[in-house]
């Protein structure tokens, strides 16, 4: 045997024999720097030359002579204790110091040894492994619950005491430090039991609830609840405020009746929105002092935009100016103009705010049939000097001397003579032309007949005269006084007939009522909210828009889909009609339309040169 225990230390002194794994260990080792010759975690690190002493209370297996030292720990738990007998023992002579009762273990890796799981919520928590917080979807309120702050405390009771309790609760104390509040209920003479107190800990610096008696005694049948303030309700709503703009107060109400099953007055649920969305967007006046900042940061950051101002007045006392009007317009909308018909629409609309402003709005439309926003405004009043100035912006910023313009607008008074006075609108520049759907509501405002509101409408939008003089002999006949009002406006400017073809099709502003109604709900906002959604929206319009350009272009199309739609249905029409008659000195044809069923046969003249 002592020849065998010689031979082992032997095989253990020749250099490069690697070491024992740093993960194994004996019981009752404390030596630290066993097995410190080579670790488990240096992949791919060159062996070493040096080997590490074995530890004191190390004794080797008589069987494992060849193997190296990380083979000398026992494959299973079941051999923990294993015999004596099988062990050699070592001559007496120098070893003394070993311990033959020595007791051997499986190694275990770093990765198999399990800890305590900390929750993620009590990581920021100090000097605690462990906290209890509030969740909503839960609502359980329990003793030793931390809070942030107090205002956190205060809004998981409330959600607790109106989504799972359903009884309501009133204030006794609160301080800095203290929060109590009690049942609001009884029965039979008896005052609920139901109690949360909170105080704040230094230590922790968190709120705690300290004292909860968590069992309602009462009975509460009542079908609303005195908790649902509008602060509360503004908690429901800030994201979808912050989301749709004209989210109304009929979602509102609805909402309150899913989230909590009571019902809110329209008032309450009236002045919680208007709460909301002076959280989510500012104040007006706030609003007001942050405009000239955000238009700036636009001008810098997209060079090219316009933005001009003009003020009634400056204050001395406060050394502010006073708004008045104020003009924007985006560079890739003025770009972008430049590729439409010369036809401009515009219209005012309110502003559902607390000092009534309009908001001025030009556009345009491009080959897509689809609307492009030119310009905006924000005046006080929809008068004369309001749209004289909105409409030499327009002109020096948006149209920039391009000839040959057609506007389409209402019959306001003040808007007419702007018109007029503006060089770009009037003849031989440009052309003025009225709404017709405007035309007919004035109509029908006057006449108030519904059959002849439908003629009107049919006599403005006739392209033939002779058919429009047919239908204007039909009103007479049915009302001299309705056949008067439309006669003593001028023809030109609200009939597609005698229009001379300046409208390219186009008989209303619906052109700008489309973005009246993108920004509905934008205009119960302030100022600087309205502005920024007006930017969001024109930058969605541009980003959808260039997704179908480039698609066109990869496929070589070179006309837009509602161009390319308009050719083929007119291709086919002029299959079926007959040139009688050409000239080539005035670059006209006549033309004889197809006979149908009560109508057909007709002769049109047609200039090639226009």
């Given at each position: 045997?002592?020849?065998?225990?010689?031979e082992?230390?032997?095989?253990?002194?020749?250099?490069?024999?690697?070491?024992?794994?740093?993960?194994?260990?004996l019981?009752g080792?404390?030596?630290?720097?066993?097995?410190?010759?080579?670790?488990?975690?240096?992949?791919g690190a060159?062996p070493t030359q040096?080997h590490?002493p074995?530890?004191?209370?190390f004794?080797?297996?008589?069987n494992?002579?060849?193997?190296?030292?990380?083979?000398?720990?026992n494959?299973?738990?079941?051999?923990?204790?294993?015999?004596?007998?099988?062990?050699?023992?070592?001559?007496?002579?120098?070893?003394?110091?070993?311990?033959?009762?020595?007791?051997?273990y499986r190694s275990i890796p770093f990765?198999?040894?399990?800890?305590?799981?900390?929750?993620?919520?009590?990581?920021?928590?100090?000097n605690?492994?462990y906290?209890?917080?509030?969740n909503?979807?839960e609502?359980?309120?329990?003793?030793?619950?931390?809070?942030?702050?107090?205002?956190?405390?205060?809004?998981?009771?409330?959600d607790?005491?109106?989504?799972?309790?359903?009884?309501?609760?009133?204030?006794?104390?609160?301080s800095k430090?203290?929060?109590?509040?009690?049942?609001?209920?009884?029965?039979?003479?008896?005052?609920?039991?139901?109690?949360?107190?909170?105080?704040y800990?230094p230590?922790?610096?968190?709120?705690?609830?300290?004292v909860?008696?968590?069992?309602?005694?009462?009975?509460n049948?009542?079908?609303?609840?005195?908790n649902?303030?509008?602060?509360?309700?503004a908690?429901?709503?800030l994201?979808?405020?912050?989301?749709?703009?004209s989210y109304?107060?009929k979602?509102?109400?609805q909402?309150?009746k899913?989230q909590t099953?009571?019902?809110?007055?329209?008032?309450?649920?009236w002045?919680?929105?208007?709460?909301t969305?002076?959280?989510?967007?500012g104040?007006w006046?706030?609003?007001?002092?942050?405009?000239?900042?955000?238009?700036?940061a636009?001008?810098?950051?997209?060079?090219?935009?316009?933005v001009?101002?003009?003020?009634?007045?400056?204050?001395q006392?406060?050394?502010?100016?006073?708004m008045?009007y104020?003009?924007w317009a985006f560079?890739?909308?003025?770009?972008?103009?430049q590729?439409?018909?010369?036809?401009?629409?515009?219209?005012g609309?309110h502003?559902?705010t607390k000092?009534?402003?309009?908001?001025l709005?030009?556009?345009?439309?491009?080959?897509?049939?689809?609307?492009l926003?030119?310009?905006?405004?924000?005046?006080?009043?929809?008068t004369?000097?309001?749209?004289?100035?909105?409409?030499?912006?327009?002109s020096?910023?948006?149209?920039?001397?391009?000839?040959?313009m057609?506007l389409?607008?209402?019959?306001?008074?003040g808007?007419?003579?702007a018109?007029?006075?503006?060089p770009?609108?009037?003849?031989p520049?440009?052309?003025?032309r009225?709404?017709?759907?405007?035309?007919?509501?004035?109509?029908n405002?006057?006449?108030k007949?519904?059959?002849?509101?439908?003629l009107?409408?049919?006599a403005?939008?006739?392209?033939?005269?002779?058919?429009?003089n047919r239908?204007?002999?039909?009103?007479?006949?049915q009302s001299?006084?309705?056949f008067?009002?439309?006669d003593?406006?001028?023809?030109e400017?609200?009939?597609?007939?005698?229009?001379?073809?300046?409208?390219?099709g186009?008989?209303t502003?619906?052109?700008?009522?489309?973005?009246?109604?993108?920004?509905?709900?934008?205009?119960?906002?302030?100022?600087?909210?309205?502005v920024e959604?007006?930017l969001?929206?024109?930058?969605h319009?541009?980003?959808?828009?260039?997704?179908?350009g480039?698609?066109?272009?990869?496929?070589?199309?070179l006309?837009?889909?509602f161009?390319?739609?308009?050719?083929?249905?007119?291709?086919?029409k002029a299959v079926?009609?007959t040139?009688?008659?050409?000239?080539?000195?005035q670059?006209?044809?006549?033309?004889v339309?197809?006979r149908q069923?009560?109508?057909g046969?007709?002769?049109?003249?047609?200039?090639?040169?226009?």
């Amino acid at each position: 045997m002592s020849n065998q225990w010689g031979e082992y230390m032997t095989l253990l002194a020749t250099p490069g024999l690697p070491s024992c794994s740093n993960t194994d260990y004996l019981a009752g080792t404390s030596n630290p720097d066993y097995g410190a010759g080579t670790s488990n975690t240096d992949f791919g690190a060159e062996p070493t030359q040096s080997h590490t002493p074995l530890s004191e209370n190390f004794i080797p297996h008589e069987n494992d002579a060849e193997d190296s030292a990380d083979s000398f720990v026992n494959e299973s738990d079941e051999a923990s204790e294993l015999d004596e007998a099988e062990y050699p023992i070592p001559p007496e002579d120098g070893l003394d110091h070993v311990d033959i009762n020595t007791t051997f273990y499986r190694s275990i890796p770093f990765f198999e040894q399990t800890f305590p799981e900390i929750p993620a919520d009590s990581v920021d928590v100090p000097n605690l492994r462990y906290a209890k917080f509030y969740n909503k979807s839960e609502g359980r309120l329990d003793k030793g619950m931390l809070f942030k702050t107090k205002e956190e405390l205060m809004e998981a009771v409330k959600d607790h005491s109106i989504r799972h309790a359903r009884s309501e609760y009133y204030v006794t104390e609160s301080s800095k430090t203290k929060w109590k509040v009690l049942c609001k209920h009884s029965t039979e003479g008896q005052w609920c039991k139901w109690e949360v107190r909170g105080g704040y800990k230094p230590k922790i610096r968190r709120w705690e609830i300290t004292v909860y008696k968590g069992t309602h005694t009462c009975v509460n049948m009542s079908l609303s609840h005195g908790n649902i303030n509008r602060v509360y309700i503004a908690s429901l709503h800030l994201g979808h405020v912050k989301c749709s703009p004209s989210y109304g107060i009929k979602y509102v109400i609805q909402n309150v009746k899913d989230q909590t099953g009571y019902d809110v007055p329209y008032q309450k649920a009236w002045y919680s929105l208007k709460m909301t969305r002076e959280i989510v967007y500012g104040t007006w006046e706030c609003s007001v002092q942050k405009l000239p900042k955000y238009l700036g940061a636009i001008k810098k950051y997209n060079p090219g935009t316009i933005v001009e101002w003009k003020h009634k007045g400056f204050q001395q006392s406060t050394g502010k100016y006073v708004m008045g009007y104020v003009f924007w317009a985006f560079k890739q909308c003025i770009d972008g103009f430049q590729f439409c018909r010369k036809i401009i629409s515009v219209d005012g609309t309110h502003l559902y705010t607390k000092y009534k402003h309009k908001l001025l709005i030009a556009a345009a439309m491009d080959g897509s049939q689809q609307v492009l926003p030119l310009a905006f405004a924000i005046v006080d009043e929809e008068t004369y000097p309001c749209w004289k100035w909105f409409l030499q912006q327009l002109s020096r910023h948006v149209i920039r001397g391009r000839r040959g313009m057609c506007l389409i607008s209402n019959r306001h008074g003040g808007l007419i003579i702007a018109v007029r006075e503006g060089p770009d609108f009037v003849s031989p520049h440009g052309v003025h032309r009225y709404c017709l759907r405007h035309v007919c509501s004035n109509f029908n405002s006057i006449i108030k007949n519904v059959v002849l509101k439908d003629l009107c409408w049919q006599a403005g939008s006739e392209y033939q005269l002779r058919k429009f003089n047919r239908i204007m002999e039909e009103i007479k006949k049915q009302s001299v006084k309705a056949f008067a009002y439309l006669d003593q406006i001028n023809k030109e400017k609200w009939t597609a007939s005698l229009d001379g073809g300046w409208r390219c099709g186009i008989l209303t502003t619906n052109m700008s009522e489309c973005i009246n109604g993108v920004l509905k709900g934008a205009r119960r906002l302030p100022v600087s909210a309205l502005v920024e959604i007006t930017l969001e929206r024109t930058v969605h319009y541009f980003r959808v828009r260039a997704i179908k350009g480039h698609k066109m272009l990869q496929n070589n199309q070179l006309w837009t889909d509602f161009a390319c739609k308009m050719f083929i249905s007119w291709q086919q029409k002029a299959v079926e009609h007959t040139v009688t008659k050409y000239s080539h000195a005035q670059q006209s044809a006549s033309v004889v339309t197809r006979r149908q069923i009560g109508h057909g046969m007709n002769t049109h003249v047609v200039k090639i040169a226009n």
